[in-house]
């Protein structure tokens, strides 16, 4: 979690990937375990979302994966969205301008699950993932 001045919504966000001048490649992940009711009639995942890169060729090098992992043995399920340095346009690059991001979860009602978020960066330029205002609204008939 970052205290800092990019937040779409308080005063921290969770970020993943590579900060300018600490480039490295690595493996961030932040997992949430969830259980969706089995009576649920909608259930769907919310988030904001703000990606800014310093790549700059128009090729995908870093990559945030939205993933739906079993307990206990944390195998995946499912990839549910992937975003890649190639996204940043959708927040024109700018660090704080986030776009809401939605994803229907309803196919896993009567499971519980880990949501994932996992991030993977190469060595080269930098690039930043922030997540802020994570939401699931499972509704009930």
């Known amino acids: 979690m970052a205290l800092s001045s990019y937040p779409h919504s308080g005063y921290r966000y969770a970020y993943l990937g590579d900060l300018p001048g600490h480039v490295k490649a690595l493996g961030s992940v932040h997992q949430i375990p969830v259980t969706i009711p089995a009576n649920a009639i909608t259930a769907t995942l919310t988030f904001w979302l703000n990606i800014t890169t310093a790549e700059a060729n128009g090729a995908a090098y870093d ?79």
């Open 63 to 141: 990559f945030m994966e939205v993933n739906i992992r079993r307990i206990p043995d944390d195998s995946l399920i499912r990839r549910e969205r992937v975003y890649s340095n190639l996204n940043s346009s959708i927040t024109e690059n700018v660090p704080g301008d986030y776009r809401r991001q939605s994803i229907d979860l309803l196919a896993y009602k009567g499971q519980s699950f880990t949501l994932q978020f996992y991030v993977d960066t190469d060595f080269s330029n930098a690039t930043l993932f922030r997540i802020d205002g994570v939401s699931l609204l499972a509704d009930g008939s």
